[in-house]
């Protein structure tokens, strides 16, 4: 049995971008920033920061969009995916990103008096069904407009 999950538990580094598909799929991508603090071998304390791209389709993408913003500290849950292309220099690149199937809000807006208050988003309408259209299709590189 294989497993391909991913949690992860940040903030957000960017506003997300929605935009959609020539199919009309919406599609929403952003960054989330988590910290790792350890304890170095002087006995010092460290933090080392790591950036995740993360990519949601769908319903979820259009949620992601009107709801989260730069700063907002969001759990997202899905699994990794490695795309390659050929860039304007004929050189074939590779980028491996978070595609999301889950997110849950962790804080408030800036602004309102809600702190703590958790929001989660897992729409089922999310995953196309069998007769709508094939589970591959958010992999077709060709349709993301970016």
Known sequence: MDLNKVMLIGRL???????????????TSFSLATNRVFTDAG???QERP????????????????QYLT???????EGRL??????????TKRYTTEVVADNMIILDAPSGSGNQGQQRSYTPAQNQPSEK???????????????
Request: glycine content about 8%.
């Open 13 to 27: 580094t960017k506003n997300p971008e929605l935009r959609s598909t020539p199919s009309g799929q919406s599609v």
């Open 43 to 45: 006995g010092q304390k």
């Open 50 to 65: 790591e950036f995740h791209n993360i990519v949601a389709w769908g319903k979820l993408a259009e949620i992601c969009s």
């Open 70 to 76: 730069k700063g907002r500290r969001a759990y997202i």
């Open 81 to 90: 995916q490695t795309r390659d292309w050929v860039g304007q220099d004929q």
């Open 132 to 146: 709508q259209a094939p589970q591959d299709e958010e992999q077709i590189i060709e349709e993301i407009p970016f």
